[in-house]
């Protein structure tokens, strides 16, 4: 069984940088899509980014042109780097790894970390 650990979250001032890492254990990771989602307070979850096991990406239209998502398949890790963070961008943000992008919701997930970013 995959596990997964985020880690990187933390308070940020709008406009600032910020990049989040997801370690994966196991050996399927190559092969896995792999995902970050993120959940505000009183707010369903959404997807944030995605990426394939080929490195094809999606993105949320709200992070569009500000994160980008990328993996290190040596280190088993996926990266989410946010630019040009919003006070919207606030959530607990968790990764998550299916064998493909449309299962990810069912795959298995992180215990989340926290992003704030403060105006």
């Known amino acids: 069984q995959v596990q997964l650990v985020e880690s990187g979250g933390g308070l940020v001032q709008a406009g600032g940088s910020l990049r989040l890492s997801c370690a994966a254990s196991?050996?399927?990771?190559?092969?896995?899509?792999m995902g970050w989602y993120r959940q505000a307070p009183g707010k369903p979850r959404e997807m944030v980014a995605a990426?394939?096991?080929?490195?094809?990406?999606d993105y949320a239209d709200s992070v569009k042109g500000r994160f980008s998502i990328s993996r290190d398949n040596a280190k088993n890790t996926v990266y989410l780097q946010m630019n040009a963070v919003k006070p919207e961008d606030t959530a607990v943000y968790y990764c998550?790894?299916?064998?493909?992008?449309?299962?990810?919701?069912?795959?298995?997930w992180g215990q989340g970390t926290q992003v704030t970013v403060s105006s």
């Open positions: 990426i394939s096991s080929g490195g094809s990406t």
């Open positions: 998550a790894t299916a064998r493909i992008v449309a299962r990810l919701e069912s795959g298995v």
């Open positions: 196991g050996s399927t990771f190559s092969i896995n899509a």
